[in-house]
């Protein structure tokens, strides 16, 4: 306005005025001279006012009645010219706005008038609009006449007004409805009180509305009553009028100004009462209306539907439901009914297709969709309106596919063409655009043989109608092919677009505004609502979010099974790329948004009708025909009685085959085939699982298992880390990929591979969805693949694996659902399965311990333990080839993690030690590659604790029999294993005992009692412990390199390391390691198969030693006993101090024992040699061991460690300083025990017993004898015997009689085994040496040391010597009576043949020949003890050697006799004068007539000499003979008043005999005068003599004995002479045998002998009955004389001769006789 307030503005208007004023005047001038008047005075009166007036437009308004005067005259003279110019005029004053009311007023009338004189017709309306424009001024009556005005130039025949008319009735109403907007916003600010209409009061009631607002009810109310075809109020005027003008202005002053209706009650009344009821009416004809029905039927014809009408009323309704749906709901409930039914197939195509518009119009507005929901669908009894639309618009589209469009001929024409022409033409050229003559398929739907093509009809999310915009046409237009379809397409995608939109936008909305208020963080922004809900702060958004959230639900609910089954029937039918992906679009969005919500139903529902659209057509998948698609399977459901009917899929596709795979079933049918809409699908499946994967929840199982399926045709396998890599299919050629495919496949597998890569974005929950699902379906393609060989899917284990790896941040969550389905996997029969279950699930494990984990492992224990636990899980699985995957990890876990493996170490450990012996040899060794790996690099990184564990996993391995190598290694482990502990031994021991007190508090806090192997003992020694024990075990294998090398290697550790272990410990090692093992070598051994091995595997030769399992076991045996003895002997002075080390003395001894008893050579042989080393108690301290300093107190034992003087001292071992105070500690805390005499005693008393048990049952002879009986062997023997000096060093104090009557049937027994013959030649000397065998050498040192022992012991000791002989002469009589043992008979050495089990008997000469020499020996050292006098040992002595020598010759050798004189006249020597000094005692008594006995036996001998004696020998034999004559004379003879005369008559007697030597026939005559033996015969004779004629005799006694002597000798004498002439007489002319002359010579000799002694003597000494004998020989001797023998002559002469003495006179008879 300020344009026309300026002053240079009101200066022009005042010109323009009065110069229209004078142009009116002069036009007026002639013809209407009033009019030119009233103009002048208008001159005037116009300047006047200028001239007056400051506000000079005010003054023009108040007067513009006058001003205009002129101006309405003139128009009035109905002259053209004069009243353009006049109109002009009034149009200038209004636009000036000094037009006033009541001159608007007049002006209307004016041009009321003119109106009727149908003048200046455009100039009027455009004047009228001026002046309503303009201003305000014109009201009410003037208004309306105005308004009627314009409406009656509308209906002129002049087509250009009419339009002009049209336009201006538009604006004219638009401007009254403006003025009432103005005037409210005037009055706004002013707060009046409203007062309340009454919804039933009189329509008329407006005089609560003020002038403008009255005006435009007015103006309303009377559109509704025109269109109504009833009469206005207001209007006063109309003549005539359209209606579809009518629903033309209606519908624009509803579209532009809803506010006034919805602010005005008034107004909203009018909508109400007025204008639905209105439209509902119009609407009827399109209701009844039925195409194709018959009028006939119904009595009155039905008003057909008029498309102008029909269009514009479906506007209105649009702008109502759009503008004022909250006002008319109940209207819009009727409104919305009918555009459903208006989708009628019975029902016009136009009507169809502007009804799908106006829908369309709808879906657009989502916020109205939702009032829908909200008024209806949500209440109870109300129509479930929304639902109704899109079931609706889902029924029209099935309508469309089935029955044909009619419309004009020439359409139907068309899509019939199409029809057939579709089939044909669309598989030839489908998806080949541009191929020939640039043949572009349209895009269009296809559905079994109908074939719409579909329209570009609107921008996507606009609404733009085309037949509802046909404003002009009256005919309904004919609707091209594919237009409604489009249209409803259309209406679908945005329906869905709309609602999803919303409805996520609200949501997103509610989630942030959750988070901002929620107290604390919550985890992730994707949270499900209900989630939410814990954190919302206040009630009132709880509350709100409650209802939007029922609204949304609902509204999904509603609309979502129309939805799908109009989508998935459109997806069938698409047969375009863009309208398919539309469409999965729109499904994709649909389900997302159902998950948001959490509608499970729906939601499964969309993904399954994506899913089934990635598969081939009806291809059998169980999990898209689960209850979750029942709803849909069924092929039409109803809803809320409206049919939806379910278009099964077409199967006659005319999509591009794009690849022809296998489908994944467990008997695979032919081929199947996908087309380009199929991958399609699955890219939009990919995508819905990759972005909404969160929403997903249970429905991961759908779009898994169709993935896999997919996956699976395609023909793409798992690679490592579980991306799926384009893989020919095993099945062979049957995928058949195109080139299109081909170069989609990376694509798709990289998606894929992403889609599982975006699960770490996943929350908590979703992801065990998807973990689960993957899970469920890894569960089905197992159960595929029991019981064949084919190739498994292993599509779910390849991306558990992928998922697993990139959550690998929050991996505990789902670990256990994760690890626990891989193991199920691994333990699948399906060989391809399980690997892959194990590949999977040993590359989780190894990622899940290199993973940066926020807090690391090391600080998060549990977390690795978890980690960790699944390979140790894989233990219980008995496939070989996932334990060698599991043992293949756990190397790769030592080498790239070992260093930091820490608490886990004892699963990883105890993955190792769980192979089993029948696990294969493979896996055996893998799984000592890593246990050396272990021992050899990471001893020292893993916690002291576990050290344990290692030493049993080493031991175990030890244990497995699968390959000797392994085990022996093992044992080595387990010697490097020591080692480090001896090494390490310090901080070992630290971490250990920090371990132990801690353990210990939770035990006591627990109140539990702490329990581990070997309890008491320090845990560092329990460390030890467990070492031994298993080493034990190991020293018990059934193998026996294994068994020797274990023992091997226990004893060295316990050897070198043995000085670490606690004094205390010792115990533990003695009574629970060595002895243990002890015992179970014995069991074993004696239990032991005595079969032979034949080889020992393959081609290796086993030694005939070795060849039976016994054999082997007797090496054990040996080499355990040996270590346990060599312990018992270096760590004596550790032993001793222990409190039982008596008791463990025995059981050591009981194990020596039962070894030296066992009937194994080997076994019983180094038994005794422990048993010997036990007892080398020199000194048992190594050198190593020594201790440096001497031992502080004389202990017997000479073996203190350290000493009690204080640490000061050095150190007793030259170790490393830990070890050494470790000794120093229990050296120096507790005072080392003296060990007192008597406990040793014991000990060896305890040995000594032993050793007696040993001896009396080793030599025992068997009852019974055959091939098998065990006879000890000479070695053995040996041993034992050497044993006892020894031992006797230590017992000698106590030894009494008892003990030596055990040690001689020892001896004896000992002395008395055979040897079998085949070990003859390497004992036995050859039989003509004399060499004693080391036993009897050994028997022989036994006795000697016992004797030397006596002799310098206490005189009770001595009463031991007789038995000492009696033992010695036992063994002299084996020179000629060899041993029996038991029954066994023993053959001569010469006579056993070499090779047979014979057993010889040793050749015991010698023996008993050195025994004779050491009683000799004895005998002359103890000659004259009491004891040896008392016990008549000289008596045995004789005894003993009468039988060698009363054998002679025939003794077994030939040196016994000769030795057993010679010893003889050695003992007598010795013997003779003490027996003569206790002659009175009669302790000798008995000796005599067995000493005479001897004699008599020996020099007479019964045995005849060999016949190869020669002469010198047997000199030299009767030389012998001379020489006991010549003891007999010299020691027997002289004392013979000592002597018993009986023994002094047999002594006569025999040398009686003697000196005659008898004739022996057995000589030849050549050889009778060396025979005799005439130097003995001679000695005996002297001797005879000798003592006939002793001087000296001195008692009665003596005398007896010469008598005796010479009447024997006489007697002898005269029976020779006689027997000789006799044989002379006999022989004639023979000479006599040449013996028997020599002894008639002898004799002659002997007789001149007696002679001579006889006058030697004197006389007084002489018997007379003795001359009496002498000369009564003389007769005899003359007898002689006649022989022929000149020798005999010479001896006889002198014989003859000394008789001259006797020749005297005879004297007087004297008597002497008694003298």
Same mark, same amino acid.
């Given at each position: 306005?300020?344009?026309?307030?300026?002053?240079?503005?009101?200066?022009?208007?005042?010109?323009?005025?009065?110069?229209?004023?004078?142009?009116?005047?002069?036009?007026?001038?002639?013809?209407?001279?009033?009019?030119?008047?009233?103009?002048?005075?208008?001159?005037?009166?116009?300047?006047?006012?200028?001239?007056?007036?400051?506000?000079?437009?005010?003054?023009?308004?108040?007067?513009?009645?006058?001003?205009?005067?002129?101006?309405?005259?003139?128009?009035?003279?109905?002259?053209?010219?004069?009243?353009?110019?006049?109109?002009?005029?009034?149009?200038?004053?209004?636009?000036?706005?000094?037009?006033?009311?009541?001159?608007?007023?007049?002006?209307?009338?004016?041009?009321?008038?003119?109106?009727?004189?149908?003048?200046?017709?455009?100039?009027?309306?455009?004047?009228?609009?001026?002046?309503?424009?303009?201003?305000?001024?014109?009201?009410?009556?003037?208004?309306?006449?105005?308004?009627?005005?314009?409406?009656?130039?509308?209906?002129?025949?002049?087509?250009?007004?009419?339009?002009?008319?049209?336009?201006?009735?538009?604006?004219?109403?638009?401007?009254?409805?403006?003025?009432?907007?103005?005037?409210?916003?005037?009055?706004?600010?002013?707060?009046?009180?409203?007062?309340?209409?009454?919804?039933?009061?009189?329509?008329?009631?407006?005089?609560?509305?003020?002038?403008?607002?009255?005006?435009?009810?007015?103006?309303?109310?009377?559109?509704?009553?025109?269109?109504?075809?009833?009469?206005?109020?207001?209007?006063?005027?109309?003549?005539?009028?359209?209606?579809?003008?009518?629903?033309?202005?209606?519908?624009?002053?509803?579209?532009?100004?809803?506010?006034?209706?919805?602010?005005?009650?008034?107004?909203?009344?009018?909508?109400?009462?007025?204008?639905?009821?209105?439209?509902?009416?119009?609407?009827?004809?399109?209701?009844?209306?039925?195409?194709?029905?018959?009028?006939?039927?119904?009595?009155?014809?039905?008003?057909?539907?008029?498309?102008?009408?029909?269009?514009?009323?479906?506007?209105?309704?649009?702008?109502?439901?759009?503008?004022?749906?909250?006002?008319?709901?109940?209207?819009?409930?009727?409104?919305?009914?009918?555009?459903?039914?208006?989708?009628?197939?019975?029902?016009?195509?136009?009507?169809?297709?502007?009804?799908?518009?106006?829908?369309?119009? +709808?879906?657009?507005?989502?916020?109205?969709?939702?009032?829908?929901?909200?008024?209806?669908?949500?209440?109870?009894?109300?129509?479930?309106?929304?639902?109704?639309?899109?079931?609706?618009?889902?029924?029209?589209?099935?309508?469309?596919? +089935?029955?044909?469009?009619?419309?004009?001929?020439?359409?139907?024409?068309?899509?019939?063409?199409?029809?057939?022409?579709?089939?044909?033409?669309?598989?030839?050229?489908?998806?080949?655009?541009?191929?020939?003559?640039?043949?572009?398929?349209?895009?269009?739907?296809?559905?079994?043989?109908?074939?719409?093509?579909?329209?570009?009809?609107?921008?996507?999310?606009?609404?733009?109608?085309?037949?509802?915009?046909?404003?002009?046409?009256?005919?309904?237009?004919?609707?091209?092919?594919?237009?409604?379809?489009?249209?409803?397409?259309?209406?679908?995608?945005?329906?869905?677009?709309?609602?999803?939109?919303?409805?996520?936008?609200?949501?997103?909305?509610?989630?942030?505004?959750?988070?901002?208020?929620?107290?604390?963080?919550?985890?992730?922004?994707?949270?499900?609502?209900?989630?939410?809900?814990?954190?919302?702060?206040?009630?009132?958004?709880?509350?709100?979010?409650?209802?939007?959230?029922?609204?949304?639900?609902?509204?999904?609910?509603?609309?979502?099974?129309?939805?799908?089954?109009?989508?998935?029937?459109?997806?069938?039918?698409?047969?375009?790329?863009?309208?398919?992906?539309?469409?999965?679009?729109?499904?994709?969005?649909?389900?997302?948004?159902?998950?948001?919500?959490?509608?499970?139903?729906?939601?499964?529902?969309?993904?399954?009708?994506?899913?089934?659209?990635?598969?081939?057509?009806?291809?059998?998948?169980?999990?898209?025909?689960?209850?979750?698609?029942?709803?849909?399977?069924?092929?039409?459901?109803?809803?809320?009685?409206?049919?939806?009917?379910?278009?099964?899929?077409?199967?006659?596709?005319? &999509?591009?085959?794009?690849?022809?795979?296998?489908?994944?079933?467990?008997?695979?049918?032919?081929?199947?085939?996908?087309?380009?809409?199929?991958?399609?699908?699955?890219?939009?499946?990919?995508?819905?699982?990759?972005?909404?994967?969160?929403?997903?929840?249970?429905?991961?199982?759908?779009?898994?298992?169709?993935?896999?399926?997919?996956?699976?045709?395609?023909?793409?396998?798992?690679?490592?880390?579980?991306?799926?890599?384009?893989?020919?299919?095993?099945?062979?050629?049957?995928?058949?990929?195109?080139?299109?495919?081909?170069?989609?496949?990376?694509?798709?597998?990289?998606?894929?591979?992403?889609?599982?890569?975006?699960?770490?974005?996943?929350?908590?929950?979703?992801?065990?969805?998807?973990?689960?699902?993957?899970?469920?379906?890894?569960?089905?393609?197992?159960?595929?693949?029991?019981?064949?060989?084919?190739?498994?899917?292993?599509?779910?284990?390849?991306?558990?694996?992928?998922?697993?790896?990139?959550?690998?941040?929050?991996?505990?969550?789902?670990?256990?659902?994760?690890?626990?389905?891989?193991?199920?996997?691994?333990?699948?029969?399906?060989?391809?399965?399980?690997?892959?279950?194990?590949?999977?699930?040993?590359?989780?494990?190894?990622?899940?311990?290199?993973?940066?984990?926020?807090?690391?492992?090391?600080?998060?224990?549990?977390?690795?333990?978890?980690?960790?636990?699944?390979?140790?899980?894989?233990?219980?699985?008995?496939?070989?080839?996932?334990?060698?995957?599991?043992?293949?990890?756990?190397?790769?876990?030592?080498?790239?993690?070992?260093?930091?493996?820490?608490?886990?170490?004892?699963?990883?450990?105890?993955?190792?030690?769980?192979?089993?012996?029948?696990?294969?040899?493979?896996?055996?060794?893998?799984?000592?590659?890593?246990?050396?790996?272990?021992?050899?690099?990471?001893?020292?990184?893993?916690?002291?604790?576990?050290? &344990?564990?290692?030493?049993?996993?080493?031991?175990?391995?030890?244990?497995?029999?699968?390959?000797?190598?392994?085990?022996?290694?093992?044992?080595?482990?387990?010697?490097?294993?020591?080692?480090?502990?001896?090494?390490?031994?310090?901080?070992?021991?630290?971490?250990?005992?920090?371990?132990?007190?801690?353990?210990?508090?939770?035990?006591?806090?627990?109140?539990?009692?702490?329990?581990?192997?070997?309890?008491?003992?320090?845990?560092?020694?329990?460390?030890?412990?467990?070492?031994?024990?298993?080493?034990?075990?190991?020293?018990?294998?059934?193998?026996?390199?294994?068994?020797?090398?274990?023992?091997?290697?226990?004893?060295?550790?316990?050897?070198?390391?043995?000085?670490?272990?606690?004094?205390?410990?010792?115990?533990?090692?003695?009574?629970?390691?060595?002895?243990?093992?002890?015992?179970?070598?014995?069991?074993?051994?004696?239990?032991?198969?005595?079969?032979?091995?034949?080889?020992?595997?393959?081609?290796?030769?086993?030694?005939?030693?070795?060849?039976?399992?016994?054999?082997?076991?007797?090496?054990?045996?040996?080499?355990?006993?040996?270590?346990?003895?060599?312990?018992?002997?270096?760590?004596?002075?550790?032993?001793?101090?222990?409190?039982?080390?008596?008791?463990?003395?025995?059981?050591?001894?009981?194990?020596?024992?039962?070894?030296?008893?066992?009937?194994?050579?080997?076994?019983?042989?180094?038994?005794?040699?422990?048993?010997?080393?036990?007892?080398?108690?020199?000194?048992?301290?190594?050198?190593?061991?020594?201790?440096?300093?001497?031992?502080?107190?004389?202990?017997?034992?000479?073996?203190?460690?350290?000493?009690?003087?204080?640490?000061?001292?050095?150190?007793?071992?030259?170790?490393?300083?830990?070890?050494?105070?470790?000794?120093?500690?229990?050296?120096?805390?507790?005072?080392?025990?003296?060990?007192?005499?008597?406990?040793?005693?014991?000990?060896?008393?305890?040995?000594?017993?032993?050793?007696?048990?040993?001896?009396?049952?080793?030599?025992?002879?068997?009852?019974?004898?055959?091939?098998?009986?065990?006879?000890?062997?000479?070695?053995?023997?040996?041993?034992?015997?050497?044993?006892?000096?020894?031992?006797?060093?230590?017992?000698?104090?106590?030894?009494?009689?008892?003990?030596?009557?055990?040690?001689?049937?020892?001896?004896?027994?000992?002395?008395?085994?055979?040897?079998?013959?085949?070990?003859?030649?390497?004992?036995?000397?050859?039989?003509?040496?004399?060499?004693?065998?080391?036993?009897?050498?050994?028997?022989?040192?036994?006795?000697?040391?016992?004797?030397?022992?006596?002799?310098?012991?206490?005189?009770?000791?001595?009463?031991?010597?007789?038995?000492?002989?009696?033992?010695?002469?036992?063994?002299?009589?084996?020179?000629?009576?060899?041993?029996?043992?038991? &029954?066994?008979?023993?053959?001569?050495?010469?006579?056993?043949?070499?090779?047979?089990?014979?057993?010889?008997?040793?050749?015991?000469?010698?023996?008993?020949?050195?025994?004779?020499?050491?009683?000799?020996?004895?005998?002359?050292?103890?000659?004259?003890?009491?004891?040896?006098?008392?016990?008549?040992?000289?008596?045995?002595?004789?005894?003993?050697?009468?039988?060698?020598?009363?054998?002679?010759?025939?003794?077994?050798?030939?040196?016994?006799?000769?030795?057993?004189?010679?010893?003889?006249?050695?003992?007598?020597?010795?013997?003779?004068?003490?027996?003569?000094?206790?002659?009175?005692?009669?302790?000798?008594?008995?000796?005599?007539?067995?000493?005479?006995?001897?004699?008599?036996?020996?020099?007479?001998?019964?045995?005849?000499?060999?016949?190869?004696?020669?002469?010198?020998?047997?000199?030299?034999?009767?030389?012998?003979?001379?020489?006991?004559?010549?003891?007999?004379?010299?020691?027997? +003879?002289?004392?013979?008043?000592?002597?018993?005369?009986?023994?002094?008559?047999?002594?006569?007697?025999?040398?009686?005999?003697?000196?005659?030597?008898?004739?022996?026939?057995?000589?030849?005559?050549?050889?009778?005068?060396?025979?005799?033996?005439?130097?003995?015969?001679?000695?005996?004779?002297?001797?005879?003599?000798?003592?006939?004629?002793?001087?000296?005799?001195?008692?009665?006694?003596?005398?007896?004995?010469?008598?005796?002597?010479?009447?024997?000798?006489?007697?002898?004498?005269?029976?020779?002479?006689?027997?000789?002439?006799?044989?002379?007489?006999?022989?004639?002319?023979?000479?006599?045998?040449?013996?028997?002359?020599?002894?008639?010579?002898?004799?002659?000799?002997?007789?001149?002998?007696?002679?001579?002694?006889?006058?030697?003597?004197?006389?007084?000494?002489?018997?007379?009955?003795?001359?009496? &004998?002498?000369?009564?020989?003389?007769?005899?001797?003359?007898?002689?004389?006649?022989?022929?023998?000149?020798?005999?002559?010479?001896?006889?002469?002198?014989?003859?001769?000394?008789?001259?003495?006797?020749?005297?006179?005879?004297?007087?008879?004297?008597?002497?006789?008694?003298?």
């Amino acid at each position: 306005m300020s344009g026309t307030n300026s002053p240079e503005a009101v200066k022009k208007l005042l010109e323009n005025m009065q110069s229209d004023l004078r142009a009116l005047s002069l036009e007026c001038k002639k013809k209407f001279p009033p009019v030119k008047e009233a103009a002048e005075s208008g001159i005037i009166k116009v300047k006047t006012i200028a001239a007056r007036n400051t506000e000079i437009l005010a003054a023009l308004k108040d007067n513009s009645s006058e001003v205009v005067q002129p101006f309405l005259m003139g128009c009035g003279t109905k002259e053209p010219k004069i009243t353009q110019l006049c109109l002009a005029a009034i149009q200038r004053l209004m636009s000036h706005e000094v037009v006033s009311e009541t001159a608007a007023g007049n002006i209307i009338n004016m041009l009321w008038q003119l109106m009727e004189n149908s003048l200046e017709e455009l100039k009027l309306l455009q004047t009228v609009l001026v002046l309503l424009t303009t201003n305000t001024v014109v009201h009410d009556e003037a208004l309306s006449k105005a308004i009627v005005l314009c409406f009656r130039l509308h209906f002129t025949k002049d087509n250009i007004t009419n339009n002009t008319a049209a336009a201006t009735v538009r604006q004219v109403v638009t401007v009254v409805f403006e003025r009432m907007v103005a005037e409210d916003e005037r009055h706004r600010d002013i707060i009046e009180q409203p007062v309340l209409v009454q919804g039933n009061s009189n329509r008329r009631s407006v005089s609560t509305l003020k002038p403008c607002a009255k005006d435009a009810y007015m103006l309303f109310q009377d559109l509704c009553q025109l269109v109504n075809a009833d009469a206005p109020y207001w209007l006063v005027g109309m003549t005539e009028m359209t209606r579809t003008f009518g629903l033309e202005l209606l519908e624009s002053v509803l579209n532009d100004f809803p506010q006034v209706f919805l602010q005005h009650q008034e107004f909203s009344f009018l909508l109400k009462e007025r204008v639905c009821p209105l439209v509902i009416k119009l609407f009827s004809p399109n209701i009844k209306f039925r195409q194709g029905s018959s009028t006939s039927s119904s009595p009155a014809p039905v008003e057909k539907p008029y498309f102008p009408i029909c269009m514009r009323l479906l506007r209105v309704v649009s702008v109502l439901i759009k503008q004022f749906y909250s006002l008319l709901v109940t209207e819009c409930e009727i409104f919305l009914s009918l555009l459903v039914k208006f989708l009628d197939a019975d029902k016009p195509q136009w009507l169809r297709a502007v009804a799908v518009e106006s829908i369309h119009r +709808l879906c657009v507005q989502p916020q109205l969709l939702r009032s829908f929901c909200q008024s209806y669908d949500m209440k109870q009894h109300s129509t479930k309106v929304f639902r109704d639309i899109v079931n609706a618009l889902g029924s029209f589209i099935q309508s469309l596919f +089935l029955v044909p469009p009619t419309g004009n001929p020439a359409t139907t024409n068309q899509a019939g063409n199409n029809n057939s022409a579709g089939p044909v033409s669309a598989p030839a050229n489908s998806g080949m655009l541009g191929i020939g003559g640039g043949v572009t398929l349209l895009p269009a739907f296809e559905y079994r043989g109908t074939w719409i093509p579909i329209l570009t009809v609107t921008v996507q999310g606009s609404a733009k109608a085309t037949y509802l915009e046909m404003l002009d046409k009256v005919e309904p237009p004919t609707i091209p092919e594919g237009y409604a379809m489009s249209v409803a397409f259309h209406c679908l995608l945005d329906l869905v677009r709309g609602i999803t939109t919303m409805i996520e936008g609200e949501l997103g909305e509610v989630e942030t505004e959750c988070l901002t208020t929620t107290t604390e963080a919550v985890s992730s922004p994707t949270q499900s609502s209900s989630e939410q809900q814990e954190f919302q702060s206040t009630s009132d958004q709880m509350d709100k979010e409650i209802v939007s959230r029922a609204v949304w639900e609902e509204m999904v609910n509603a609309c979502w099974c129309g939805l799908l089954a109009a989508l998935s029937l459109l997806l069938d039918a698409s047969t375009d790329e863009a309208a398919t992906e539309n469409i999965l679009k729109a499904e994709l969005t649909m389900a997302a948004l159902c998950g948001r919500l959490g509608l499970v139903t729906s939601r499964d529902a969309f993904i399954t009708a994506m899913c089934k659209g990635s598969l081939p057509p009806h291809y059998a998948l169980t999990v898209l025909n689960t209850t979750t698609a029942a709803t849909l399977s069924n092929k039409s459901y109803s809803i809320q009685g409206q049919n939806v009917m379910m278009i099964s899929p077409s199967s006659e596709s005319h &999509q591009q085959v794009v690849a022809v795979g296998q489908p994944l079933a467990v008997q695979p049918q032919g081929t199947v085939m996908l087309t380009s809409k199929n991958i399609q699908c699955m890219r939009t499946l990919l995508n819905l699982a990759h972005c909404h994967g969160a929403v997903l929840g249970t429905s991961w199982q759908l779009v898994l298992a169709t993935l896999q399926h997919l996956v699976w045709i395609l023909g793409l396998k798992p690679s490592s880390g579980g991306a799926l890599k384009p893989g020919r299919a095993v099945e062979g050629p049957s995928t058949v990929l195109t080139t299109a495919v081909m170069t989609d496949l990376p694509v798709i597998s990289n998606i894929l591979s992403r889609l599982f890569e975006s699960s770490q974005y996943l929350d908590d929950v979703s992801l065990h969805h998807l973990i689960n699902a993957l899970c469920s379906l890894s569960l089905e393609a197992m159960d595929m693949a029991y019981g064949n060989n084919k190739e498994p899917s292993l599509f779910a284990v390849a991306k558990l694996l992928e998922t697993g790896l990139v959550n690998m941040h929050r991996i505990e969550i789902l670990w256990r659902p994760l690890t626990g389905h891989l193991l199920e996997v691994c333990q699948h029969p399906n060989s391809r399965m399980r690997e892959w279950g194990a590949e999977a699930l040993t590359s989780l494990i190894k990622a899940g311990l290199t993973f940066n984990h926020d807090p690391p492992l090391s600080q998060n224990q549990r977390l690795q333990l978890l980690l960790l636990n699944p390979l140790k899980e894989m233990s219980s699985i008995n496939h070989p080839d996932i334990r060698l995957k599991q043992l293949e990890c756990v190397l790769q876990i030592l080498q790239s993690q070992g260093d930091s493996l820490g608490p886990g170490w004892p699963l990883v450990l105890g993955v190792m030690g769980a192979i089993r012996n029948d696990q294969g040899e493979s896996l055996i060794r893998t799984a000592f590659q890593c246990l050396q790996l272990v021992v050899t690099d990471f001893l020292p990184t893993m916690p002291c604790t576990c050290l &344990q564990i290692v030493v049993d996993v080493a031991g175990s391995f030890g244990l497995h029999n699968q390959e000797l190598n392994i085990s022996l290694t093992s044992i080595g482990l387990l010697w490097n294993i020591s080692d480090y502990f001896f090494q390490r031994g310090e901080t070992i021991e630290k971490e250990l005992n920090k371990e132990e007190a801690a353990q210990q508090k939770q035990a006591e806090e627990k109140g539990v009692v702490l329990n581990r192997p070997f309890h008491p003992a320090p845990p560092f020694d329990c460390l030890w412990l467990c070492l031994y024990a298993k080493l034990g075990e190991l020293c018990v294998d059934p193998r026996p390199a294994v068994r020797k090398s274990a023992g091997q290697t226990l004893f060295s550790t316990i050897g070198a390391h043995g000085t670490l272990l606690q004094h205390s410990t010792w115990h533990t090692v003695i009574w629970k390691v060595l002895f243990h093992l002890l015992d179970r070598v014995r069991e074993s051994s004696t239990t032991a198969d005595k079969e032979k091995i034949e080889s020992g595997g393959g081609n290796i030769l086993i030694h005939h030693s070795r060849d039976t399992a016994e054999k082997q076991w007797a090496e054990t045996w040996v080499l355990t006993l040996a270590g346990v003895a060599r312990i018992f002997n270096t760590r004596r002075y550790l032993l001793q101090p222990l409190g039982d080390f008596s008791s463990a003395w025995d059981v050591l001894l009981d194990h020596i024992q039962s070894a030296a008893l066992s009937k194994n050579n080997e076994v019983s042989l180094a038994a005794l040699k422990s048993f010997q080393e036990i007892l080398q108690i020199v000194s048992p301290v190594r050198d190593s061991d020594k201790p440096e300093t001497p031992p502080a107190v004389n202990v017997p034992v000479p073996v203190l460690i350290g000493s009690i003087s204080g640490p000061g001292l050095n150190r007793p071992f030259v170790r490393t300083d830990s070890i050494g105070e470790r000794l120093g500690r229990y050296s120096s805390s507790e005072p080392p025990i003296v060990t007192d005499e008597l406990e040793d005693l014991n000990l060896w008393w305890a040995a000594w017993n032993t050793w007696y048990r040993i001896g009396s049952e080793s030599t025992k002879p068997p009852i019974t004898f055959d091939k098998l009986t065990f006879i000890p062997s000479q070695p053995f023997l040996t041993a034992l015997i050497q044993i006892f000096p020894a031992l006797y060093q230590h017992i000698k104090t106590g030894f009494n009689m008892d003990d030596l009557q055990k040690l001689g049937v020892i001896l004896h027994s000992a002395v008395s085994v055979p040897i079998s013959s085949d070990a003859s030649p390497f004992i036995l000397p050859s039989y003509t040496e004399a060499v004693l065998t080391s036993l009897q050498e050994a028997v022989l040192t036994a006795l000697d040391v016992l004797q030397k022992a006596i002799c310098i012991g206490p005189e009770n000791m001595q009463i031991m010597y007789p038995a000492i002989f009696d033992q010695l002469l036992a063994f002299v009589e084996f020179s000629c009576k060899p041993p029996q043992y038991g &029954q066994l008979e023993t053959k001569h050495i010469a006579n056993a043949k070499y090779n047979q089990a014979e057993w010889v008997a040793l050749n015991y000469v010698p023996f008993a020949e050195r025994s004779l020499e050491v009683v000799v020996d004895l005998y002359q050292k103890t000659a004259c003890h009491k004891a040896v006098v008392n016990e008549k040992v000289l008596q045995n002595i004789i005894k003993t050697l009468r039988v060698p020598l009363s054998l002679k010759y025939s003794c077994p050798s030939e040196s016994t006799w000769k030795l057993a004189v010679s010893s003889l006249l050695k003992v007598l020597s010795i013997g003779l004068p003490v027996a003569r000094q206790h002659a009175s005692s009669g302790k000798f008594d008995s000796m005599w007539p067995e000493l005479a006995n001897t004699f008599e036996d020996f020099l007479f001998t019964k045995s005849i000499p060999p016949d190869n004696l020669s002469i010198q020998e047997f000199q030299r034999n009767e030389s012998i003979d001379v020489e006991v004559v010549q003891l007999i004379s010299t020691e027997i +003879l002289p004392y013979a008043n000592f002597i018993p005369k009986e023994f002094v008559g047999q002594i006569m007697t025999m040398l009686n005999k003697g000196s005659i030597h008898s004739q022996s026939s057995s000589f030849t005559e050549a050889e009778i005068d060396i025979r005799l033996r005439e130097e003995f015969s001679k000695m005996c004779f002297e001797t005879l003599l000798q003592f006939s004629f002793s001087n000296k005799v001195t008692t009665p006694q003596e005398g007896y004995i010469s008598r005796m002597a010479l009447s024997v000798l006489l007697k002898r004498s005269q029976d020779v002479l006689h027997r000789y002439i006799e044989d002379e007489r006999l022989s004639g002319k023979c000479p006599l045998p040449r013996q028997q002359v020599t002894e008639i010579i002898f004799v002659l000799k002997a007789v001149s002998t007696l002679i001579d002694s006889l006058k030697k003597t004197q006389p007084e000494n002489v018997d007379g009955n003795t001359w009496a &004998q002498v000369i009564a020989l003389y007769p005899t001797l003359v007898e002689c004389i006649t022989c022929s023998s000149s020798e005999v002559c010479s001896a006889l002469k002198e014989a003859l001769v000394p008789f001259k003495d006797f020749m005297q006179p005879p004297a007087s008879k004297v008597q002497n006789g008694e003298s």
